[in-house]
Each structure stands twice: as structure tokens, then as C-alpha cells.
T-cell receptor
Framework: DAGVTQSPTHLIKTRGQQVTLRCSPKSGHDTVSWYQQALGQGPQFIFQYYEEEERQRGNFPDRFSGHQFPNYSSELNVNALLLGDSALYLC????????????FGAGSRLTVL | KQEVTQIPAALSVPEGENLVLNCSFT??????LQWFRQDPGKGLTSLLLIQSSQREQTSGRLNASLDKSSGRSTLYIAASQPGDSATYLCALGSYGGSQGNLIFGKGTKLSVKP
């Protein structure tokens, strides 16, 4: 079982650019959540996808958007990048109704210059 | 608004010591509480999950307790080892929030010296 797979592992962008991060959930999981973890901070919830729809959203601007595909994989898109978007982006999957039992990926480290 | 505080922010101990990490929260109406481990630059590994109706959970050398009335949880690590060095995060799941929407503390960075 490959667990949760995220790509790319590292990337560097400049301010104003756009980025797409990808996540493949653990086998048997149909729900994907995305988190942003700034250096020295705990992860912050961005949003969650189930049945290809955004089900809940944290306190993030509309520059952050996502998508879920029929195979349950997901993308996180960030437009008009700011320096403050530099962070580790974590994807977590779970079975729907799984009472917060999340499996996390290793994350994508985004640096915005 | 739920706030989660972890004390201390960093801790350094010699190998073999028993230690306690603390997590406090402001709203006792939680669904569950989890403790995670994070190695540098890596994702999170779930260590223990305590449902709101439970008082504690144990796994090997780890024991986590939950006292909702006082808004506190502790993670007890027995006979610490250098391999326990990592950042430990507590996270709350709330009623009304979707599963997967966890509120995290900033973590305690643990260093166990050989």
C-alpha cells in the first residue's frame, strides 16, 4: 500500500505565478483534505473534497482552489503567489465518515521568491 | 474560536527519561483529539487518537490522556530513545466540523540525546 502520494516534493516559484500540487489518496480512501504548514507552525486546514465537491473550507482566500477527480485524486491550485504562500502543503486522505482518521502524505515544499 | 496551545515549544532530554508533553485547548466541545509525530520536512504520522468519551489511549511506550473539562491532554513517553526525536503535534476534531478538518497546535520539538 503506497499510502498518500504527493507531487512534486519541492518546487520554487516567483511572486505572481501559479502552482498546482497533486495528491493521490491511500487505497480505499475517498476523501481528501489539504493543509498548509508554515515554518514553525502547525498545519492549517485549507479545504476538503469528497465526491468531487468542496465540502468544507478553512480561512483561505479564493486564490486557493482545488479539484477532485473520479479516481479520488486531488489537485490544489494557488494563483497569484505571494511570499507568504511559502510553506509545506500536506494532503491527507480518509474514508468518508472515518472520524478524523487521516493518513498524511509527505508534503510538497513550496518556496516563493 | 478553538485555540490549541502546546507547552513546551521545545524540549531536550537525555536518553531513558520519561517525559510529558502538554496540549491545552479553549473549547471543550471536541469530537476527538489526536497526537501526531512529524519528522523534519516530512508529513505527519498519527500516534494516538482519543475519542471525546475516552480518558486515555496507550500504544507501546506512549500514553495519551484527555481531560475535556479542564481543556487538557498530555502525551507521556516512557523510557525515551534518540529515535523519538521529532516534533509532536496535537490536533482537535470538532463537532459540526467535517471529518478531516483538524485544528492543530504549533507542536513541541523533542530532542533525545544519547
Amino acid at each position: 500500500d503506497a499510502g498518500v502520494t504527493q507531487s512534486p516534493t519541492h518546487l520554487i516559484k516567483t511572486r505572481g505565478q501559479q502552482v498546482t500540487l497533486r495528491c493521490s489518496p491511500k487505497s480505499g480512501h475517498d476523501t481528501v483534505s489539504w493543509y498548509q504548514q508554515a515554518l514553525g507552525q502547525g498545519p492549517q486546514f485549507i479545504f476538503q473534497y469528497y465526491e468531487e465537491e468542496e465540502r468544507q473550507r478553512g480561512n483561505f482566500p479564493d486564490r486557493f482552489s482545488g479539484h477532485q477527480f473520479p479516481n479520488y485524486s486531488s489537485e490544489l491550485n494557488v494563483n497569484a503567489l505571494l511570499l507568504g504562500d511559502s510553506a509545506l502543503y500536506l494532503c491527507a486522505s480518509s474514508p468518508y465518515g472515518g472520524a478524523n482518521v487521516l493518513t498524511f502524505g509527505a508534503g510538497s515544499r513550496l518556496t516563493v521568491l | 474560536k478553538q485555540e490549541v496551545t502546546q507547552i513546551p515549544a521545545a524540549l531536550s532530554v537525555p536518553e531513558g527519561e520519561n517525559l510529558v508533553l502538554n496540549c491545552s485547548f479553549t473549547d471543550s466541545a471536541i469530537y476527538n483529539l489526536q497526537w501526531f509525530r512529524q519528522d523534519p520536512g516530512k508529513g505527519l504520522t498519527s500516534l494516538l487518537l482519543i475519542q471525546s468519551s475516552q480518558r486515555e489511549q496507550t500504544s507501546g511506550r506512549l500514553n495519551a490522556s484527555l481531560d475535556k473539562s479542564s481543556g487538557r491532554s498530555t502525551l507521556y513517553i516512557a523510557a525515551s530513545q534518540p529515535g523519538d526525536s521529532a516534533t509532536y503535534l496535537c490536533a482537535l476534531g470538532s463537532y459540526g466540523g467535517s471529518q478531516g478538518n483538524l485544528i492543530f497546535g504549533k507542536g513541541t520539538k523533542l530532542s533525545v540525546k544519547p
